[in-house]
């Protein structure tokens, strides 16, 4: 895991870690301003579905109320 990211750290943390870090301080800001709103973040959702699998894990999140997603699957 990251662990806690401190100003003195922060410069060893890699791309991944950086990204994941700035996605949960935007989250924790959104909570604050909208405590009610529901969200479900998946990172690689796909990496280990097969085809079949990931056409299904697809259509649930385009069923989804409200949804909002980017599926950049390759």
């Not at 990496?47 to 909002?68: I, N, W």
């Amino acid at each position: 895991g990251i662990g806690e990211v401190t100003v003195e750290n922060a410069k060893e943390l890699s791309g991944g870690e950086k990204t994941i870090t700035g996605l949960a301080l935007r989250i924790a800001a959104l909570r604050r301003l909208a405590p009610n709103i529901r969200c479900l973040i998946l990172d690689e959702p796909s990496t280990h579905l097969d085809q079949p699998s990931t056409e299904g894990l697809c259509r649930f999140l385009a069923d989804l109320k409200g949804a909002m997603h980017n599926l950049g699957l390759e």
